[in-house]
């Protein structure tokens, strides 16, 4: 018999997974702070709860994928919080890209309550969420990971375990790191090309499948190109994953020089009111 999932946060990722859910046949039950947000999944079959802590206590899996550090919290500590409410030998599962030091909090106060905490940040934006071909970075107890392996693989496709609590988290801010300076070349190529009087959308059938070739340039760049700055990522969440990474790394005494640049840049563009637009905007800063 399938678990029932309970899912917090139904945005431009969680409700496409919890649909990718649905369809696969769990019962699925949802809560988010703005319910109008989860009305396409109630229309198609799935439960809504009133609360967090209804939702905890109803479900066997609780999935979150919240906005913030201080999101995540909110909806896992306190009285009315997934682990005081969560029923014993639950599995709660972490999506947010969140700090790697807030994951073994949330594991260690779990595991004090009989309950199995994995934290599991993604990548692969909007598109990998329609698709259900999210790469999923795990992390937490082997024996929890294999337990719920089953639902992961209905939201994603390369789904690794990447050792104790908080070794998800640290693996997708490796993923942050690289996507940051990458998309300072995205747009230094594509501004180049449409100052040399190229065709950017030749270029890019010449370059992305070289050695410059990467998921931005593929799946950004066109979007790019297309003036389409709608968010599969939004500049505001990137931002907060950068200065979760920049924390990590001065706690380990590292240099980031191409990360401090990024998040700069990242901050003008929010500044000049793009914090809701997708990551892909940072082209207007070079345009």
Not at 6 to 12: A, D, K, P, R, S
Not at 163 to 169: C, E, Y
Not at 274 to 282: F, I, P, R, V
Request: glycine share 10%.
């Amino acid at each position: 018999m399938k678990k029932k999932v309970g899912f917090v946060g139904t945005g431009v990722m969680g409700k496409s997974m919890a649909g990718n859910l649905m369809e696969a046949g769990y019962d699925v039950h949802v809560y988010t702070r703005t319910k109008e947000k989860a009305l396409a999944l109630l229309e198609k079959g799935a439960k809504w709860q009133e609360s967090v802590s209804k939702l905890a206590s109803a479900v066997d899996v609780v999935i979150t994928i919240v906005g913030y550090p201080s999101d995540v919290e909110e909806v896992y500590f306190g009285k009315d919080g997934i682990i005081e409410n969560a029923k014993t030998g639950s599995y709660l599962i972490d999506m947010t890209t969140s700090s790697p030091f807030l994951a073994e909090t949330i594991a260690t106060r779990s595991a004090e309550k009989g309950l199995f905490a994995l934290d599991a940040p993604v990548s692969g934006g909007d598109i990998g969420a329609k698709n259900g071909t999210l790469a999923i970075m795990v992390g937490g107890e082997e024996s929890a990971f294999e337990a719920i392996s089953p639902i992961l693989e209905i939201m994603g496709e390369n789904i690794v375990h990447q050792g104790p609590a908080g070794a998800g988290q640290h693996t997708k801010m490796c993923n942050q790191i690289t996507i940051a300076t990458n998309m300072i070349g995205v747009c230094e190529a594509i501004t180049y090309a449409q100052k040399a009087g190229l065709d950017p959308s030749r270029v890019l059938e010449s370059i992305t499948t070289g050695a410059a070739g990467s998921w931005s340039l593929s799946n950004l760049a066109p979007r790019m190109i297309a003036g389409n700055y709608a968010p599969g990522f939004y500049v505001k969440h990137f931002i907060k994953d950068m200065r979760i990474a920049l924390e990590a790394s001065k706690e380990m005494d590292m240099l980031t020089p191409g990360l401090e640049l990024s998040l700069s840049l990242y901050q003008q563009l929010a500044e000049q009111g793009e914090e809701d637009s997708g990551t892909q905007a940072l082209i207007k800063l070079f345009d």
